[in-house]
Structures are given as structure tokens and as C-alpha cells.
């Protein structure tokens, strides 16, 4: 077989962020979020179930990434994994298909979405510990950044392709006026349901590049003895690890911060469809500006990231989704920060989507810069370890803050205080990002 070049080879680490992208904006955030709040009724009992379940496939991921990021690093074949997880993925999303208005089966739609959530994040551990074999450390950020604003790109498309020709408003017709394609019923919200099949086919399409394209350069097969070597060797990092205090750090500070930054973009739509009452397809139009300001500033950033390091831009970045998350406390039909409305005025709209495209430009730019820092502080030789210790991080109060959400909103009934945990979770990480050393550590 003919040598795969480099170019290619980073062409097709960038289609797994074009195809998984999908499963964050269209069942995540902005088409499904919405639509299960729209079948459950109540904003505050949807937003304490989605923050359940969420928090549960939060946790499994917290307590397996590292162990499974030690195998890889001791197996190899990181692709033959991807090949696993991307399985999960497809199964975990087509089901979703299953949500139908009436008589829906909630336990079980929401066991799909976690198996495909937990699926998504598990292939998403082992293609970021590719990052460093596709260029020299000075190009990392750049690459991190293009591909992050090619997922969004990827995210884009299918969320217009859902509102444009699938997902229904109130009338039964799509945003464009049309019946949902392929004769789905309107009536049964099958448009709105196929959110989840599509996602299934899109990243079954978008990976063909990735595993023609991308190959493992540790290939082996994996063994009892190598699973115990694996363990051994978690273990020995992690006792090593509070003296890697610029690394320690770093875990600790993106484990508050990112968890933050997914909870506002979990519980962001079906926010909106709570407080301001939106449409599924309000929500999507919402979702089309946050993606686009995502891209562009997810591309500026991986420039920026390579000029001047990452953690400038994470810094910058988190402070600025600190200021953006205490303002949207501030927004609701009746007022607008302070400032009461009238029900027919569209200001709390208008401030939403400011804030929504906000909250995409300086979350395009963080997650990128976030991974680029991951390569800088880890071990060259237990990267995929590394970065199941980075999924550690951002899981392991990713599970509290939806339950955090979940128990605050049922004790108060109120889904504007319930996302008030999210702004503590990113003053704590900005804080801790004092101790994080923009080079890390230095391994022999």
C-alpha cells in the first residue's frame, strides 16, 4: 500500500470532529435538548431529567477513560478502539428514533442517547492523543484549531439541513415552509425524530476519510498481561501526579472550567425553550449563530494559540464565559438585565442570541486551545493515557454539574436558578489557572 501522506493523514483527523460534532449540536444542545422538553412539558422537570441522565454517562466515562487510555498506550492500535466507540456512537444515536410524542418510553430513548454520548467521548479521547503525530509541537495549536472549526462546520450543515428540511414549528411545515421531507409525519413529530437517525448516517459518512487516512503507529494486539501493565501503569501516574504540579493543575482547572462550558452548551437550548418558551427551531436558529462564531473564532484561535500559547487564549476565554453565564441568569421574558419588558418585545430575544454567539466564539477557541495545552503538559509516551486522564478531568465534575442542575432546579422549580453552579465552576478554574505553566513539564 502507497505511503499516506501527512496532509492526508491530518485531513482525516479533522473529518472525526467534521462527523461526531453532530451528536454535541443537534442531540445535545439544540434539536433533541429541546424537543424532549417539548414532549416532557415542564421546563424545570425536563431540565432535572436531561441533567440525570447526562450526569450518569458523565460519571461512567469519568471512572473508565484513564483505565482505557492505559491500554491503549500499552496495546497500541488506538484506531481499532475508535472502531468500537464509533459503533456505540451510531447504534446509541439511530435509537433516538424511538422518542415519539405519545407513550414514549423515556428510560429507554435516554439509555440510547447515553450509550451514544458515552461512545462519542470515549472515540473523542483516542483521536485527540493523535494530535501530537500529525505535526511538530509549534503547528499542534493551528492544527487543533482548524479542526475544531471544521466540526463546527460539520455541525452547521446538519443543523441547517434539520431545520430547513426536517424539524417541524408549530404548523407542522419546516422553517422553510415545507412538509418534513421523505413523508415523515408531521403529527408524530417524525421530522423532529430523525435528529437522530441523521446523526447516525453523518458520522457513518464523515468517518470514511478518518479510517482510510489515518493510521496508529503502535500496532499490537491487546493481552490479559498488557491490561495489567496497563492498570500498573495508571496507577504509577497517578501517584506521580501531585508532583507534576503544573500538569496537577491543569487537570483540576479544566475539569472546572470545560465542565461549565458543556453545561451551558447541554442545558443552553433547553434553557431557552424553558424560560423564553422557543421553538425547537427557535433554538436551532440560535444554534446556527453560536456554531458560526464557534468556527470562525475556534480558526483565530488556533492562530493565536500558535503564537502566543494556550493558555493566554484559555485564560481569556474563560473569562469571558464567566461574564457571559451571570448575565444570562439576567435573561427572561419579563426583564432584561434589570430591565422589565413587555411580553411581546423581542429584547430578551435579541440578548439571547448575543449571548449565545458569545458563548459559541469564546467556546469554538477554548476547546481548542484546551486539548493544544493537554499535549504541552503530558508525557509524550502515555499521551493516550494522558488524554483519558484529561477526559477524567472534564468528567469528573462533568457528572456534578448536571446534578448539581438537576437537584438545584428541583428544589427551587426555577431553571433560572438552576444553572447558577455553572458560574462558580468557571471562577474556580480561572483561579487555578495560576498554577498551570504555559510549557508544562519537562520528560526526558
Same mark, same amino acid.
Given at each position: 500500500m502507497a505511503e499516506i501522506s501527512l496532509r492526508k493523514k491530518v485531513w482525516g483527523w479533522f473529518f472525526f470532529d467534521w462527523a461526531s460534532q453532530p451528536y454535541n449540536t443537534l442531540l445535545l444542545t439544540f434539536i433533541f435538548g429541546p424537543y424532549i422538553k417539548s414532549?416532557?412539558?415542564?421546563?424545570? !422537570?425536563?431540565? @432535572?431529567?436531561? $441533567?440525570?441522565?447526562v450526569g450518569m454517562a458523565g460519571?461512567?466515562?469519568? =471512572?473508565?477513560?484513564?483505565?482505557? #487510555?492505559?491500554?491503549?498506550?500499552? @496495546?497500541?492500535?488506538?484506531?481499532? +478502539?475508535? +472502531?468500537? *466507540?464509533?459503533?456505540?456512537?451510531? %447504534?446509541?444515536?439511530?435509537?433516538?428514533?424511538?422518542?415519539?410524542? !405519545?407513550?414514549?418510553?423515556?428510560?429507554?430513548?435516554?439509555i440510547f442517547f447515553v450509550v451514544g454520548l458515552i461512545g462519542m467521548e470515549f472515540a473523542t479521547i483516542f483521536t485527540n492523543s493523535m494530535l501530537p503525530d500529525l505535526g511538530p509541537r509549534e503547528e499542534v495549536g493551528r492544527i487543533s484549531g482548524n479542526g475544531w472549526a471544521f466540526g463546527y462546520i460539520g455541525g452547521l450543515v446538519t443543523l441547517v439541513i434539520m431545520l430547513l428540511c426536517f424539524a417541524e414549528q408549530g404548523n407542522g411545515k419546516t422553517l422553510i415552509g415545507i412538509d418534513p421531507l421523505f413523508g415523515f409525519d408531521a403529527s408524530q413529530r417524525e421530522g423532529t425524530r430523525f435528529v437522530g437517525p441523521l446523526t447516525s448516517i453523518w458520522f457513518i =459518512?464523515?468517518?470514511?476519510?478518518f479510517f482510510l487516512w489515518v493510521r496508529d503507529p503502535k500496532q499490537s494486539t491487546v493481552s490479559v498481561f498488557k491490561v495489567t501493565d496497563a492498570i500498573k501503569s495508571l496507577g504509577q501516574t497517578l501517584s506521580h501526579l501531585p508532583a507534576q504540579r503544573s500538569l496537577m493543575a491543569y487537570l483540576v482547572s479544566s475539569m472546572f472550567y470545560r465542565d461549565a462550558l458543556n453545561g451551558i452548551f447541554t442545558f443552553g437550548g433547553l434553557y431557552a425553550a #424553558?424560560?423564553? !418558551? +422557543?421553538?425547537? &427551531?427557535?433554538? $436551532?436558529?440560535?444554534?446556527? =449563530?453560536?456554531?458560526?462564531?464557534?468556527?470562525? *473564532?475556534? +480558526?483565530? #484561535? $488556533?492562530? @493565536?494559540? @500558535?503564537?502566543f500559547g494556550p493558555k493566554p487564549v484559555i485564560t481569556i476565554c474563560v473569562l469571558t464565559l464567566?461574564? %457571559?453565564? &451571570?448575565?444570562?441568569? *439576567?435573561?427572561?421574558?419579563?426583564? &432584561? *438585565?434589570?430591565?422589565? &419588558?413587555?411580553?411581546d418585545s423581542s429584547l430578551p430575544d435579541v440578548a439571547f442570541y448575543i449571548l449565545g454567539g458569545t458563548i459559541g466564539a469564546a467556546g469554538g477557541?477554548?476547546?481548542?486551545?484546551?486539548?493544544?495545552?493537554?499535549?504541552?503538559?503530558?508525557?509524550?509516551?502515555?499521551m493516550t493515557e494522558a488524554f483519558g486522564l484529561y477526559a477524567l478531568a472534564g468528567k469528573a465534575t462533568s457528572f456534578l454539574a448536571p446534578f448539581l442542575i438537576f437537584f438545584v432546579t428541583s428544589a427551587t422549580g426555577s431553571q433560572v436558578l438552576g444553572i447558577t453552579p455553572l458560574i462558580a465552576l468557571f471562577l474556580i478554574g480561572l483561579i487555578l489557572l495560576k498554577w498551570v505553566k504555559p510549557d508544562g513539564e519537562q520528560y526526558s
Open positions: 414532549v416532557v412539558g415542564d421546563g424545570a !422537570e425536563a431540565q @432535572a431529567l436531561w $441533567g440525570w441522565y460519571l461512567i466515562i469519568a =471512572l473508565t477513560a484513564p483505565i482505557l #487510555g492505559a491500554i491503549a498506550d500499552n @496495546a497500541g492500535n488506538r484506531v481499532r +478502539w475508535i +472502531w468500537l *466507540f464509533s459503533m456505540m456512537y451510531v %447504534v446509541g444515536s439511530a435509537g433516538l428514533w424511538m422518542a415519539t410524542p !405519545e407513550n414514549m418510553n423515556i428510560t429507554l430513548v435516554m =459518512l464523515g468517518m470514511i476519510p #424553558g424560560v423564553l !418558551e +422557543w421553538s425547537v &427551531v427557535d433554538t $436551532g436558529i440560535f444554534g446556527i =449563530l453560536a456554531i458560526i462564531t464557534g468556527a470562525i *473564532f475556534a +480558526w483565530i #484561535g $488556533g492562530r @493565536a494559540d @500558535a503564537k464567566t461574564v %457571559v453565564a &451571570v448575565l444570562v441568569v *439576567f435573561v427572561n421574558r419579563e426583564a &432584561v *438585565f434589570g430591565i422589565p &419588558v413587555g411580553p477557541a477554548l476547546q481548542s486551545a484546551s486539548r493544544t495545552m493537554m499535549v504541552r503538559q503530558a508525557n509524550p509516551d502515555r
